[in-house]
């Protein structure tokens, strides 16, 4: 947390130090990569009130539809790294650099321990595990899930909007 921290403030005196580094930042798609990942915390709340009601069908397709949209989070963030190092901006090129892939790196790195754990959830719950009754694992990852979405949109306010 220690390391997260630092990294926000040195990301916010680099980006008022060097204000021309953060124009390669691609909002559009990343406002885009951020409207996926809300839309997952949806599917999840879909998904824990299907299964509140018995309906199967609707719950695993909405675990399913969740798995999805992380994924997709994750690959966009990674075609987001793809085009930054293009334009010149890794983890050692500076500052500015250590702290974006920072404060994003460690976010996606708990976006797919995230979809990991949801995969797992699904495969419980295909082969008929989670029940109307006994459905806490699910509202466990929901928390978590929401949680990292939480965390997402402060990290995108600050990087990519301030």
């Known amino acids: ?43 999840v709340v879909r998904a824990l009130a299907a299964i509140e009601v018995n309906d199967r069908k609707k719950f695993i397709r909405s675990l399913a539809l969740t798995g999805i949209l992380g994924t997709i989070f994750l690959v966009v963030q990674a075609t987001e790294y793809s085009n930054l190092a293009h334009e010149g901006l890794t983890l050692s090129s500076g500052m500015f650099g250590m702290a974006f892939f ?25 082969n008929g595990g989670f029940s109307k009754e006994d459905h806490f694992g699910i509202e466990f990852f929901g928390l978590y899930w929401h949680f990292v979405d939480v965390v997402w949109i402060i990290i995108f306010t600050v990087v990519y909007l301030i």
Not at 15 to 40: D, G, Q
Not at 102 to 126: C, E, P, R, S, Y
């Open 1 to 43: 947390m220690y390391a997260v921290c630092c990294a926000y403030r040195a990301y916010i005196y680099a980006r008022f130090k060097f204000p021309e580094i953060h124009n390669v930042l691609n909002i559009p798609l990343t406002s885009l990569n951020t409207f996926l990942l809300l839309m997952s915390s949806f599917t």
């Open 102 to 126: 920072t404060l994003t790196g460690f976010h996606g790195a708990h976006v797919l321990i995230g979809v990991i754990w949801l995969f797992a959830a699904f495969f419980k719950a295909f």
